[in-house]
Structures are given as C-alpha cells and as structure tokens.
Nanobody, 124 residues
Framework: QVLLVESGGGLVQAGDSLRVSCAVS????????MGWFRQAPGKEREFVAA????????NYADSVKGRFTISRDNAKNTVYLQMNSLKPEDTAVYYC?????????????????WGQGTQVTVSS
C-alpha cells in the first residue's frame, strides 16, 4: 500500500517560517520525483515546488520562489518544504505528491500518488 503522509502544518503569523514534511511508504522513494501542491478555499490546486529523484534539480512556482525550499532525504523516504516569510495568501491545504516516472514538473497529472494534505494558515 502506498502512503504519503504530510505533517507540520499549523497556524502562524505573517513573516513566520514553517516546515512541512511528507513521509512516503510503499514506493521506491529514491526513484520518484516529488512535488508539493496547495489548494486554498474556492481556488484550484496549484503547483508549489518539485524536486528530482536525487535532489539535484528543483522547480518552484513564481509566487514562492526565494521564500520556499523543497528538499528530500532518500534515507528517510521524506520530502520537506521549508516555508519562510509566509504571507496570508500562502494559506492553503498543502499536498505532497509522487511521480514514479521522475519528471519533477509543475503538471499535477504527472503525479501518481497524493497525500491527504496538511493545513497551513497564515494570519495577518
């Protein structure tokens, strides 16, 4: 059974930092590209960041570039999203996703498995 379990969400103030994690099981993690997406109420799911199999390549949405950092630990089967200088518009449910073909793109249909999400709320 494939499981992606996000953790680390919460309520923070604007300007604060937060790190969310995603623990993966049931997959050969090191062969998967990983992505983070988010969805705010009433809005479509949007790409946040992606990382290649070995972590050498990363992609970011323009809205988070310079503030967020995606990383992975293949020994722990875990991907992270470090979020700094948080803004109220970053409020959303954050989802991690796995692409078994290792593409590390912004396109949600490239991702085969998804977590249940973790809520991040940024107050002004």
């Amino acid at each position: 059974q494939v499981l992606l379990v996000e953790s680390g969400g919460g309520l923070v103030q604007a300007g604060d930092s937060l790190r969310v994690s995603c623990a993966v099981s049931g997959l050969t993690f090191s062969t998967c590209a990983m992505g983070w997406f988010r969805q705010a109420p009433g809005k479509e799911r949007e790409f946040v960041a992606a990382i290649s199999r070995n972590g050498d390549n990363t992609n970011y949405a323009d809205s988070v570039k310079g503030r967020f950092t995606i990383s992975r630990d293949n020994a722990k089967n875990t991907v992270y999203l470090q979020m700094n200088s948080l803004k109220p518009e970053d409020t959303a449910v954050y989802y991690c996703a796995a692409d078994v073909f290792g593409r590390a793109t912004y396109y949600y249909r490239h991702y085969n498995y998804w977590g249940q999400g973790t809520q991040v709320t940024v107050s002004s």
